[in-house]
């Protein structure tokens, strides 16, 4: 597997020049770091500045990765040449919703190849929550970061780092406070345990599971330990009670952000319904996929920063015996 990073920060919070300094690193500790720009306009002017510090860099113009420029994001990475050391880096544009990104990342079928996405958010220390009516975005880039790089330091004071740090923890961006070297090490390991694992993957082939939820392994959890995104796919009972479902997802706990799956219900034993839950907020959605889909097996999929796998398993085991 590659690990795929994701570089995500407000507008000219730092994402370039920190990969200026990324990159030479990632390369001093034997990784070959492919880089993806997405920015407004020309992403090509900030590709031009990261040339000389990778072997293979793109640059996708327009929208936002996670909505308008997903297609392109996507396609850019299934052909990504997986080859040995190699890591991904795509750099967001300022205004990326990370949540988003990261769920369609983790979900995208195409991806598999790649491990759950691993955040790394530039927090620039001088403007952190001095954005008016943008804070609340630049709280929510940081959020599910598994890495916080606090950029500016260099024209702040210590005082200033400081209440930074206290108003990263007060907002819950759980990420780890880091810099350059402590990622790019990071980094260095997670390509070197994401090779160990591909090897014993092709060791496994055979066993006719889907690896990333191999029942021989006796789990079905697709969790990256690297990442403050974990998911979870788990099975439904064959056929369950509409309203008991639609009960089940309204009151998900709140760590998780979105679910999704495929259900039948008593009602209507004939049919398949794919499931849509996109926050708390918002009602279940049921679209019938009809009578023969292509996956045939009623089971659910949740993501979240924590997955709270016990509360999920009781809660359909309760409503498959009602
Ligand atoms: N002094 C100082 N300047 C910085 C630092 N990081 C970035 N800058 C400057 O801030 C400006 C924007 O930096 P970029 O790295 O381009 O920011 P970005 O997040 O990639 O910008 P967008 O892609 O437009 O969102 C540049 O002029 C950088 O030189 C830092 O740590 N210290």
New binding site residues.
Partial sequence: MTPLVVIV??????????LKSLLPELKSQGVAPKVIIN?YQNAGV?AEQLRAFTEEIRAISGDCVCCGSREELVSSLESFQHTPGSIAVV?T??TTDAEQLIEMLSLEPGLEKFTLPIQIS?IDGKRWQKRFWHNALEREQARTAAHVVI?????VDAKRVEEVKESLREHKVRGQISDVATVAAELARVVARASIVSARLVEKAGCGCDHDHCEHEGHSHHHHQDSHFSSIELALPELVKKSDFSAFLRGLPDEVIRAKGLVRFIEEPEEFFVFQKVDRFEEPQFFSVGKEPTVRVPLALFIGPEIPEDRLRDGISRFSES
């Fill in positions: 920060g407000f507008l000219g919070s730092g994402k370039t020049t920190f920015d900030d750099e544009n300022g530039l950029s500016r330091q260099d024209v």
